[in-house]
């Protein structure tokens, strides 16, 4: 017996599909939201022809006058709504002027690409997929010092491949039924790493095992969810080297995500919000506040780019 669909909380694996009427303009399927990785309904971006969105930041401490800047963060996505590029400008707090993240999809819609540069270097990872949608190659490259721009497009051979990873899988009899176990491969071919997924009735992962074969160091990753189906908490309790205990809260209305709440060791640290334009359900404003500081961070969203637009 196979497992049809494996919703397996990978890092870098992304579905992006919503059964609401109007949709949800944030996709959370895989616990991403508010995350580096494709966190927009690739449906309801589609829908609504959404070219590029983009807003500016403004910074607020406890006590203070809020301060509006022009540090920027801008989303593009193509013609299918999946989302292609983000930039992100927040010199006011000290990071590096300007950060892009790209974004390359298979035919099925997966993200087989996933790129990071800044004014230091790039690095990025690539994936390959199975039939049933689950990753059976990694590779990881990595470049310092190389600059991409308009004139510079991002690529991927020009940078170095540091290292590339396989898995297979086998299915298990768990409790519940079928679980599934995948073994990952270094480059030399020698398992280092095994996974095991345990699923629920409606083939959910609910808690993920991770264990490097020759130690003792394992992760494992509980995911719940709510009545109407979305992830509701996601906990992680690790004893991996330089990785440390965390969960993950997050808050909806009927369809829409609205909060998410960050621990790490037991002590709360982050709770981002999002307000809605609750006519379209376009996004206003995410805002991010760093809970011991009562630091605030707010993109007020001020442009929506449409295809046809002149």
Request: charged share 25%.
């Amino acid at each position: 017996m196979k497992v049809k669909y494996r919703w397996s909380f990978l890092f870098f694996s992304f579905l992006l599909f919503s059964s609401f009427s109007y949709g949800q303009m944030l996709s959370n399927e895989f616990g991403q939201a508010f995350s580096i990785h494709p966190f927009f309904d690739s449906i309801f971006i589609h829908r609504n022809k959404i070219q590029a969105i983009q807003g500016h930041y403004v910074y607020y401490q406890l006590g203070h006058s809020p301060v509006d800047t022009k540090d920027f963060k801008r989303f593009e996505f193509n013609k299918k709504g999946q989302l292609v590029r983000r930039i992100e400008t927040q010199a006011f707090l000290g990071k590096p002027d300007t950060i892009v993240f790209v974004y390359h999809y298979d035919s099925s819609g997966r993200c087989n690409m996933f790129g990071r540069y800044d004014p230091y270097g790039a690095y990025a990872y690539t994936f390959k997929f199975d039939e049933n949608g689950r990753k059976i190659k990694k590779a990881f490259y990595q470049k310092s010092k190389i600059k991409f721009g308009k004139n510079n497009p991002f690529t991927i051979d020009k940078l170095e491949k540091i290292y590339e990873e396989k898995s297979s899988y086998e299915n298990l009899l768990g409790p519940n039924g079928v679980q599934e176990k995948e073994t990952i491969y270094n480059q030399s071919n020698v398992p280092y790493k095994v996974i095991f997924y345990y699923l629920d009735n409606e083939n959910r992962v609910i808690r993920k095992r991770e264990k490097l074969i020759r130690t003792l160091e394992q992760k494992v990753s509980e995911i719940s969810y709510n009545n109407e189906g979305f992830i509701d908490t996601v906990k992680v309790k690790s004893n991996f080297q330089d990785q440390q205990n965390k969960m993950i809260v997050f808050g909806y209305d009927e369809k829409n995500v609205l909060k998410k709440f960050e621990y790490q060791n037991g002590k709360y640290l982050y709770q981002t919000q999002v307000v809605y334009d609750r006519n379209k359900w376009f996004i206003k404003d995410i805002l991010r506040q760093t809970v011991a500081t009562n630091f605030m961070e707010i993109l007020e969203i001020d442009t929506y780019q449409h295809f046809g637009e002149n």
